[in-house]
């Protein structure tokens, strides 16, 4: 098995046991990496540490633009599915956001402490002041009827078809 952690894997838990498993991570998730006890596990861990490659980060990029996910991930989330694409890995995450896009791109993933989507959810970008709704492939962030600065809502969800453990 592969497995691509990202920084939650490093932060969130005391303890991983991947000795069975390849393991890898990208430049990004070590740069966020601060304290002792973090840094203490990546160097048992020992991830091999993969810049992904540009076709896959783009590949992220546009699915998270029409999701309407692209303003809540960051390029560290970006990098590590990107990387799960490139190697064909399980993405280890417990971001929600991650994990919703990795659905979508239908990577496989896991949690790290068992903090799970439950659902699959789509973002909408519209106008809190005129509620216009705009499509996510919208490049601008102003109401184009009345000027105010757009935001994004969660509005549709859809059960996940496989329970994670
Ligand atoms: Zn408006």
Known sequence: MKYVLDSSCFINTNSLNFEESETYTTPSVIKELKDFKSKALLNIINPEIIKPKKECLRIVKEK???TGDINVLSETDI???????????????????VQNIC??????????????????FKREKYCPACGKKFKNTFEG??????????????VKTKKLKTKKT
């Open 141 to 154: 962030n102003i109401c184009n009827i009345c000027g105010h600065k757009l935001k994004y809502r969660v």
């Open 103 to 120: 659905e979508e791109l239908r990577i496989d993933w896991r949690s790290i402490s068992g903090t799970n989507i439950k659902k699959l």
């Open 79 to 97: 990098e590590v599915i990107a990387l799960g694409i490139e190697i064909e890995g399980i993405v280890v995450s417990d971001d929600f956001d």
């Open 64 to 66: 998270a633009k029409k």
